[in-house]
């Protein structure tokens, strides 16, 4: 029973189903791409939008009078004596500076509250100011150039944020102190530009979103990765060569596959509980900081990095190892210098990929207090400090829309360092790959 | 090995080279009993036919060696495979030699038909023949059913040839030395004689043949001799 | 067949290089070798012959312990290497695969220099004194494996750079540079070309000088074409073993003959 032959140039009806199939699901899988390109865009665009601002800030720059009668009575230039001055008495002088300024240069703007010039300036110019002169006792007496920063709401009035309808319903800021703005801009007394406090400085208060910075949350996650690195290297590579190389297979070994493997699903949350608890109350380590925040993350990332190490190992042929073995290495010999170097890219790959999840991860780190408000730069492993991640959550809560600005910047901070440590990841295994 | 190989085609080519043989081996007896036929019956047309037939055994024989050489190349034989192409070639020699001498004794009985008759030479030469030919199809028998028990009968029977020759010989001597006009007649006699029991002896190379490629041996050479000529101390001459 | 003979005998000596005794071999529940007796000859090539599966390799891996790698497999019976049990508890395998080096069927070079391909085992064991002693044994080496012309320019290219057939001389030459007794080659031919493997039986006879060579082969003429010993395995028995001419034009036993002329049995 043959077919009656049929031409291989007229399609026949099954082959073109087979075709369609193929197309729709083509189109099918062009869509699914497609769908998570947008939902990428939009949230790149949207962080973007929202933050590129955050690195850029509002000044006001006049020249500055420091007067010794305010700044220091005694005239003796003595610290103990002019750390007396509260920055209370440099924000007068601050205020005095700027109404100078717009009285030297003519400007007159109608409206202006008693107090609406001097709040034009940053709470937190005056505690700079004072910074300043206290490290450089000499400047008193002279006419400096001092940058101010300028009000949050002044600041927002050049990002958008605020209009002057929005300011005529604000109690904090005034048309009338907009109209002033712009009259010092047009002056070039008043200057936006490139704001590198963003990542240097440390966090602000709730009053001053405008000098508001990631300092410290940069150091704390630093020290935490160095703790995390430093720790889940060296445990998670040879629990993965163990695992892979020398352990016997059986009951036990199972076992304990079976629970890295659920280890690495359990929710993150449940280590900050356990570092809590044994870090913590039980060790006393001291909270907020980063050995605690390391440590928590360490216990994380471990299974996260002895996965892929094994599938790496397991990578390689084992006609290398046979190859060792059969002209006489040992075990440890065949292991260190054949399979280790093999599969070095894919291990690295994986710590890059866990350090960079440990980086992102915020929800252990709110329950070993890391979520504090920290001024100081944290000078060691045991200093209170926060994290990019803990830091970005802090200012989403905060009630001056200013700090969203601050957190979808904080956003991009992270996203650069996890770009660079993918890239790095990808750099290193296209580096180190061999062939076999 | 009764067994199938994997590769049928093998099998294919093995039977075909088996077939072509005995095709030989039926042509080369048929010469046989015809020339022995022709020389009794004084029959020139048979022994012409026999002569011509020859040339057919010669490409017989050229045809088997090409498709054991193709075999060889193509599907390198080993062990009971290999002792089979082998033995097929030499057993193809033994028959185109044996045809050979048909054919001599086809022409022989073509110059002796114009002589007169020596005795009943002619009966007893047919009956040799006859006996040859027995031996021949048995060890063909006995190569295609690999069976090495009849060809080491085929070997035995040898001697009987052998003692046929004898008698025939001495016989012929007898005639010469009664009547030397008989002489050339006798040699001619002699020589389809000898001949004869050349093809025996042919007969018994095919039968070891036949045990090589069943027991992967040749048989020790303590061949049954019944060949008493040398020892009348008279050369027999050989052609 | 009978030159054979004199061929092998005028290599020179015929000890007994490994002689093996009632050995079984078990992966776990499943009896991988039965009952297997073989003396394997110093100065010749030994080839172990068989359908797969039928416990030639797996035996070819208990000549230098490679099987020690595999839990579930245990070893019963004696293996004397020179008279010496190979798997008394005083012996370390390690030692052993240097005295038996190993090939294996893929071209396996470490994914390194030529140079440090071969001079791994001699480093590992500290066979040489000094760097001129360790240049002189991976000539000597890349030398018998006939590889040193094609590669002495390159000595510090990677390994994984040469052709297949370059890679398993490279692989013999890794083998050879730590003086073993014995080569065991695990099919060393089956990955490569008809060039490639004509090269690598030229080598394994120019071998059969120096060493005791044991080659595991699936391809029937490469078994007739370099060895002068033949064991035929079948199902985890050692059926017939003999010289390789006899073996292959008048074998004893029918499944040998089934196996060899490519009959079902």
């Not at chain 1, 291989?8 to 009806?13: E, G, I, M, R, V």
């Not at chain 1, 087979?18 to 197309?23: D, I, T, V």
């Amino acid at each position: 029973m043959t077919a009656p032959r049929r031409s291989l140039l007229a399609p026949d009806p099954r082959t073109i189903a087979r075709n369609r199939a193929e197309a729709r699901f083509r189109a099918y899988g062009l869509g699914a791409v497609g769908v998570a390109l947008v939902a990428l865009a939009v949230l790149l665009l949207s962080i973007f939008g929202n933050g590129s601002s955050a690195f850029y800030q509002t000044y006001l720059e006049v020249p500055v009078m420091l007067p010794e009668k305010s700044l220091d009575k005694s005239g003796t230039r003595d610290i103990e004596v002019m750390k007396k001055v509260t920055t209370v008495g440099y924000a007068k002088v601050l205020k005095t500076a700027l109404d100078e300024a717009i009285e030297a240069n003519g400007i007159i703007v109608e409206g202006l509250g008693k107090k609406d010039v001097g709040n034009m300036i940053s709470d937190e110019a005056a505690a700079q100011l004072r910074n300043m002169v206290l490290a450089d006792p000499t400047l008193v007496g002279q006419t400096i150039a001092f940058e101010m920063l300028a009000n949050g709401r002044i600041d927002g009035y050049y990002k958008g944020r605020v209009t002057r309808e929005s300011a005529a319903l604000d109690s904090n800021v005034s048309p009338a102190q907009l109209d002033l703005a712009d009259a010092l801009a047009e002056k070039g007394l008043l200057a936006t530009r490139f704001n590198l406090d963003f990542i240097t400085a440390p966090d602000a208060s709730d009053q001053r979103p405008e000098a508001a910075g990631l300092g410290v949350a940069i150091l704390g996650s630093f020290y935490m990765m160095i703790v995390v690195l430093a720790l889940s290297l060296p445990i998670g590579v040879a629990t993965a060569v163990y695992l892979e190389e020398f352990a016997v297979k059986n009951r036990f070994t199972d076992v304990i596959e079976v629970n890295i493997s659920n280890l690495a699903a359990v929710p993150s949350i449940v280590f900050g509980i356990l570092g809590l608890a044994i870090f913590i109350n039980f060790a006393h380590l001291p909270q907020s900081a980063p050995i605690v925040g390391g440590l928590v993350l360490t216990l994380m990332t471990l299974p996260r990095i002895i996965i892929p190490a094994r599938a790496a190992l397991k990578a390689v042929p084992p006609s290398i190892r046979d190859a060792a073995l059969g002209v006489g290495a040992s075990r440890m010999q065949s292991v260190f210098h054949h399979v280790l170097p093999l599969a070095a890219p894919g291990i690295l790959t994986g710590m890059i990929i866990g350090l960079a999840q440990a980086l992102g991860e915020t929800a252990p780190l709110l329950l070993i207090g890391m979520v504090a408000f920290v001024r100081d730069y944290p000078g060691g492993l045991f200093d209170p400090a926060t994290a990019l991640p803990v830091q970005v959550y802090n200012w989403t809560q905060r009630a001056d829309p200013a700090f969203v600005e601050r957190a979808s910047g904080a956003i991009i901070v992270l996203l650069i360092f996890l770009l660079i440590m993918n890239t790095a990841a990808i750099v290193l295994r296209r580096r180190f790959e061999r062939r076999w | 090995m009764t067994e199938q190989h994997i590769l049928r085609a093998f099998d294919r080519d093995l039977e075909t080279i088996q077939a072509q043989l005995m095709k030989m081996g039926g042509m080369v007896e048929t010469a046989i009993l015809e020339a022995s036929s022709a020389l009794e019956a004084r029959d020139d047309e048979l022994a012409q036919k026999v002569r011509s037939a020859d040339k057919a055994i010669d490409a017989m024989e050229e045809r088997i060696n090409e498709e054991a050489a193709r075999l060889i190349a193509l599907r390198a034989p080993i062990a009971t495979d290999l002792r089979m192409v082998l033995s097929v070639m030499k057993i193809a020699g033994s028959l185109e030699r044996i045809g050979d001498y048909a054919k001599n004794m086809a022409k022989r009985s073509v110059l002796l038909a114009q002589m007169p008759t020596v005795g009943s030479a002619g009966g007893s030469l047919r009956r040799m023949s006859k006996a040859v030919v027995g031996m021949l199809s048995d060890a063909l028998d006995a190569h295609v059913s690999r069976d090495a028990d009849l060809a080491r009968d085929v070997l035995n029977r040898d001697r009987e040839i052998d003692q046929m020759y004898n008698a025939l010989f001495r016989e012929f001597l007898t005639h010469m030395m009664e009547d030397p006009r008989n002489i050339t007649a006798c040699m001619h006699l002699h020589f389809i004689a000898k001949n004869i029991e050349r093809m025996g002896d042919h007969a018994t190379t095919i039968a070891e043949q036949v045990i090589y490629l069943v027991t992967g041996v040749m048989p020790e050479e303590d061949r049954p001799k019944a060949d008493s000529v040398t020892s009348h101390g008279v050369d027999g001459a050989q052609s | 067949m009978n030159d054979m003979r004199v061929s092998e005998s005028a290599v020179g000596a015929q000890d007994v290089k490994i002689s093996a005794r009632k050995v079984q071999v078990f992966y776990g529940e499943n009896h991988a070798i039965k009952d297997v007796d073989v003396e394997i000859l110093d100065r010749t090539v030994t080839a172990f012959i068989g359908p797969s599966g039928c416990g030639k390799s797996t035996f070819l891996r208990c000549l230098n312990r490679m099987n020690d790698t595999i839990p579930i497999c245990r070893v019963e019976g004696d293996i004397m290497l020179d008279g010496e049990d190979i798997y008394d508890r005083r012996v370390d395998p390690v030692q052993l695969r240097a005295k038996v080096g190993m090939v294996f069927q893929k071209p396996n070079p470490f994914p390194k220099s030529i140079y440090d391909n071969v001079a791994y085992g001699p480093r590992i064991h500290g066979l040489t004194r000094n760097k001129a002693e360790l240049d002189e044994v991976v000539e000597q080496s890349l030398r018998r494996a006939a590889l040193w012309n094609e590669v002495k320019d390159r000595l510090h290219a990677p390994g994984t750079g040469l052709s297949g057939g370059q890679q398993q001389r490279l692989c013999i030459a890794r083998a050879v540079a730590t003086s073993p007794e014995v080569l065991l080659m695990d099919e060393p031919c089956s990955a490569l070309d008809p060039i490639a493997t004509a090269q690598v039986e030229e080598l394994i006879d120019e071998l059969r000088a120096n060493f005791s060579v044991v080659i595991v082969t699936h391809s029937m003429q490469q078994a007739a074409r370099v060895s002068q010993k033949t064991a035929f395995f079948h199902l985890g028995n050692l059926v017939e073993y003999g010289e390789t001419g006899d073996i292959f034009t008048r074998p004893q036993d029918p499944r040998t003959e089934s196996y060899i002329s490519g009959r079902i049995g």
